[in-house]
């Protein structure tokens, strides 16, 4: 396995990680609702750039095989 997949492998956990708690917080009753749409946006918006920022990361500091 290269070093890119792995990154992109911890990317995506900490995007899963992510989703869910700001779906959490997007479920509060305070929060006005444009700022729960924004903030659904927002987790979805995480489960695609947190992988390909992992992979860009492996590759960069370790090398591509």
């Not at 609702?33 to 990361?57: D, E, M, R, T």
């Amino acid at each position: 396995m290269n070093w890119g997949i792995v990154g992109a492998l911890i990317g995506l956990a900490i995007g899963i990680a992510d989703f869910f708690i700001l779906r959490m917080l997007a479920q509060r009753q305070d929060a006005p609702s444009q700022a729960q749409v924004a903030i659904k946006l927002a987790s979805y918006i995480s489960l695609v750039i947190f992988p390909i920022v992992g992979w860009y990361a492996g590759t960069s500091l370790f090398g591509a095989e």
